[in-house]
């Protein structure tokens, strides 16, 4: 469980209208009973004292010719941590020995350690696995199959189990019982394993995240001690980064939309090709906790098969039995919810599988003293892991006909459902190597993308931005994901712009609010690829065009010769985001460049701003040579010129409009109290997107670094500590931007860095400045009108029209309506608590607790402003989380502003009280200091890696902020 979203949750339901538990279907085949019976099973015996040595599955016999977990590991499964190495080395052993088992590669980490899933099943099903996993093909898409065929398959076909572990690498039980649990149906000798791999194809990923494994295990190898400590919280069990992310700290079990994680891209290529109808996702949770498994809390997915609800609390009920038999205290229902789907488990039951979740109590591989005074070992933890996992696997031996017809009844719904077909349309040109990310990102899950082969009426659209239009031409070439498909639950959950909770759980989440200041959200209220791209999308009625499925393949990336003579320069446009990583290949090659702050014409086309110049005459006569190894590296295509002279009204190429670049060095700081996913995030879009060199710099020691060393400092999100470490260094801080260093801060450190205290920043937390809100409110008034100019003549020339005046302060009325409405609504909670501070303290710290976890906000951008490079319209989605709002004083520039009250929310949960804090707050800001600037983003920009749009800002301020905001050095 993440620390930051691990929350007091103490109730939830399933939804309502969720259908009864099927009925038990009977046994299609000998040796299976139609019900998993652990009331007939022999009582097992309970440990004594503090030793647990109670057999994982009592009474089994086992082939002698196969080494036991023991003999591979070199202790007893679940005795002390195992490395992965350890584990896969165990599968290896028996996939040489045993012909129920094979082992498959699927990917590498970026350690280099290598991911494998085991296959396990009878003999019989190996040597004709490619047939069987063709037949759950056609159920997984039945268009064109008969009847019969998928009838037979549904009453004979084997079924697929999909056993995850360890997907977090710090909650290391689930691995250590992987092994257990292979082994067991591998070695086991008795008829009853025989007849489970008769009738299920097993699928163990064993060691689901084997760096963040290996770095705790590291860690507490470090800090072991002799003597044995319970101490839950003592040090010896991990410390920062811990181990719950992969290499660069992202929480895996969030990636599953976005597949930023190559171990995430490889996970979903084996989903697809098995299309299993259970998948096990097992994980830890607090060491004072019990253990947890589904059916799900509320909320869940609106577009999960109802049927995949009532199979959980079947096989809940099994899992609940086997328990009993060995005394564990566990439970289900009371905050592990089905809303985002990029957990591991959501994502599958979006695919058509049972996606059930386990949560052990962690013990990090060493025994501790529960609350109750109970000692409990690391191998019970484990044992429990295993128990479980062969519980599941029963229930859906005895229940796989009934749970592979519902399989198949939820895909005929999807490739023919109900109601009005609905289409995902987006409209190429805007972002094109992000519109190729989006399509690639969709397809390797399985979904299906098509291109228009003309041009064509569009219907009843819906935009990105909530707009509604009753009819429009798109153009050939709109790529089209239609909801008709065997996917389509995915597609739509995935791409829907705007999915809401129930009303029911929107009442249970305001009252927990209202009541203990707690929330029943665990994650983002909102995730919408559509919108988090920032590109030209709609929801469209699906039209009658013929399609193609062509390749989102870039051009051939390299120089583009010019049509005739020699090149005078050369162009990479700035609406791809890979222009800034080009920017950074051609500095390192020595390559002079410059950026464009203006649109302007050449070679026949038109560029964007921030598209990147590199002019022949200010460079060596080398230049195409390196500028075509920049080009490759980078992805891009430089298209050639043969003038600098503007063919149209815009800027020519020599001038002003093309600012030089410098190339920047960077630092960010790392190190506890900073958030490790929030740092991961940007690691790795500087390190795997940027492809820059960046100089880690330790948080706590920051007033012992010669800052000089460096001209962009970043601060990721972190919570207020942050404050304490800064303090000490904030002169030495203050005087390197003021010699022109670019300080940037994201999230809650943005908002620290925002407090007066610090003196970094003339912007301000709004709770720290209610006392003159109507100042900021005008500012932030002013500014929006100017996105609109209206001169009055007559007011300039005789002084008679006060149109603008009164336009002006209407604005300013309409910023401060939001807030009133606000404040009406929460001076009757003022007093609900302590009753200290003013009345306006008060009613702000009463707003606050009601902030966005997780919410996709319109932005206006300045399309003037070079932070806005690669945004081409003049609105984009932003990803909002936490409490504060930022306010930015007219000295200060805001290049993207959240918009009005009434136009705020695009996706995602947004109370009215965190409407009326931000409305019209900065999401973005710029501010000079001396001959340096302060950046400051109110929210995480590289969010999960699924906010590209808004990574782009971040990478605008990282590598073109040395030279366009601040006043680079005079011995660049």
Request: charged share 20%; net charge negative.
């Amino acid at each position: 469980m993440h620390l930051r979203w691990t929350l007091c949750l103490l109730s939830g339901a399933l939804a309502a209208c969720a259908p009864t538990t099927p009925a038990p279907v009977a046994p299609v085949t000998p040796g299976v009973p139609s019900a998993v019976d652990y009331g007939a099973e022999a009582a097992l015996p309970r440990p004594s004292g503090d030793d647990y040595d109670v057999a994982f599955f009592p009474g089994t016999d086992y082939d002698p010719d196969l080494p036991t977990p023991e003999a591979c590991l070199g202790h007893p499964a679940g005795a002390r941590l195992a490395t992965p190495e350890a584990i896969l080395g165990c599968f290896r052993a028996w996939a040489e020995r045993s012909p129920r088992v094979r082992i498959e590669p699927y990917s590498e980490s970026y350690e280099g350690r290598p991911l494998v899933r085991v296959i396990i099943t009878s003999p019989d099903n190996h040597a004709r696995l490619d047939d069987i996993l063709a037949d759950l093909g056609k159920l997984a898409d039945p268009r064109g199959v008969d009847a019969a065929t998928l009838d037979r398959i549904v009453r004979d076909g084997p079924a697929v189990a999909w056993f995850g572990y360890s997907i977090h690498g710090d909650e290391v039980s689930g691995a250590d019982a992987s092994v257990a649990f292979g082994h067991h149906l591998i070695a086991a000798r008795g008829d009853d394993v025989a007849a489970l791999l008769d009738h299920i194809v097993v699928v163990i990923d064993p060691v689901m995240n084997p760096d963040g494994r290996a770095r705790i295990l590291s860690q507490i190898q470090q800090s072991a001690s002799r003597v044995p400590n319970l101490d839950d919280t003592s040090m010896h069990r991990g410390r920062w980064p811990w181990g719950r992310g992969n290499h660069y700290l992202f929480d895996m079990n969030r990636d599953w939309i976005t597949g930023a994680a190559p171990e995430t891209r490889g996970r979903w290529q084996g989903l697809l090709r098995y299309h299993p109808q259970l998948v096990i996702d097992a994980h830890e949770m607090g060491p004072r906790d019990t253990y947890l498994f589904y059916p799900y809390a509320d909320p869940v997915n609106p577009y999960i098969a109802p049927s995949l609800l009532a199979w959980q609390r079947r096989f809940a009920a099994d899992h609940g039995r086997a328990f009993d038999r060995y005394g564990w205290a566990y439970y289900t229902r009371e905050w592990a919810d089905g809303w985002y789907p990029g957990y591991t488990d959501a994502w599958a039951s979006l695919s058509g599988a049972i996606g059930i979740l386990y949560e052990q109590s962690s013990t990090k591989g060493q025994a501790l003293r529960r609350p109750s005074g109970r000692r409990v070992t690391y191998r019970e933890s484990v044992h429990a892991q295993a128990v479980s996992s062969l519980a599941n696997l029963r229930t859906l031996a005895a229940n796989r006909a009934a749970v592979m017809a519902d399989y198949l009844a939820d895909k005929r719904r999807q490739v023919a459902p109900e109601g009005p077909a609905r289409s995902f349309a987006l409209v190429p040109g805007r972002v094109p190597d992000r519109e190729r990310r989006l399509v690639t990102t969709l397809r390797r899950q399985g979904i299906e993308v098509v291109r228009a082969d003309a041009a064509f009426t569009a219907r009843n659209l819906v935009s990105s931005l909530g707009a509604s239009e009753g009819r429009r031409e798109l153009p050939a070439g709109t790529w089209l994901v239609s909801l008709a498909q065997p996917r389509g639950a995915l597609a739509r959950a995935l791409l829907e712009f705007d999915t809401r909770f129930s009303s029911a759980f929107l009442h249970e989440e305001r009252q927990e609010l209202e009541r203990k200041a707690e929330t029943k959200i665990y994650d983002v209220t909102a995730w919408s690829l559509g919108q988090a791209y920032g590109l030209d999308g709609y929801w469209i009625d699906t039209p009658g065009v013929s399609t193609s499925a062509a390749a989102a393949d870039p051009p051939a990336p390299g120089v583009v010769a010019p049509a005739a003579g020699r090149a005078y320069a050369w162009v990479v446009d700035g609406r791809d985001d890979a222009s800034v990583a080009f920017a950074l290949r051609a500095m390192e090659e020595g390559i002079t460049v410059h950026v464009a702050d203006h649109t302007f014409d050449t070679a026949g086309r038109s560029f964007a701003p921030g598209s990147v110049l590199v002019r022949a005459g200010d460079n060596r006569a080398d230049i195409e040579a390196r500028l075509g190894r920049a080009a490759a590296a980078a992805g891009v295509q430089a298209i050639a010129t043969g003038t600098g002279r503007s063919p149209s009204e815009g800027p020519d190429l020599g001038g002003h409009h093309f600012r030089l670049l410098h190339q920047p060095r960077v630092a960010i700081l790392t190190g506890a109290p900073i958030w490790p996913d929030d740092f991961g995030h940007i690691w790795h879009q500087i390190d795997q997107e940027l492809a820059m060199p960046m100089s880690m710099l330790d948080v706590q020691y920051l007033d012992r670094y010669d800052l000089r060393r460096y001209d962009v400092l970043i601060v990721p999100p972190g919570p207020d500590q942050l404050e304490a470490l800064l303090d000490p260094a904030k002169a030495a801080l203050a005087a390197w931007v003021r010699a022109g260093g670019t300080l940037i801060a994201a999230g809650n450190a943005a908002s620290v860095v925002a407090t007066k205290s610090l003196g970094l920043s003339r912007v301000r937390r709004r709770r720290d400045v209610l006392d003159e809100l109507p100042l900021y409110q005008a500012a932030a008034a002013r500014a929006v009108a100017a996105r609109d100019i209206s001169v009055s003549e007559d007011a300039v020339w005789t002084g008679v029209d006060s149109a603008a005046a009164r336009a002006g302060d209407d604005q300013a009325g309409k910023a401060g309506a939001g807030k009133a409405g606000a404040d009406k609504a929460g001076a009757g909670q003022a007093g609900a608590g302590k009753p200290d501070g003013t009345l306006a303290e008060q009613r702000d710290r009463w707003m606050r607790r009601f902030g966005p976890r997780g919410t996709i906000l319109r932005a206006l951008v300045d399309d003037e402003h070079w932070l806005g490079f690669g945004v081409e319209e003049a609105e984009m989605p932003v990803m909002i989380m936490g409490e504060h709002a930022l306010l930015a004083p007219d000295s200060v520039e805001v290049p993207v502003r959240l918009a009005d009250a009434a136009r705020l929310r695009l996706a995602g949960l947004l109370w009215p009280e965190a409407r009326a804090r931000l409305a019209l707050s900065a999401y973005l800001t710029t501010e000079r200091m001396g001959a340096g600037q302060v950046i400051l983003f109110a929210s995480a920009p590289s969010f999960r890696g699924a906010f590209p749009a808004t990574a782009r800002l971040l990478a605008n301020a990282v590598v073109y902020g040395p030279s366009l905001g601040a006043t680079p050095a005079l011995d660049w």
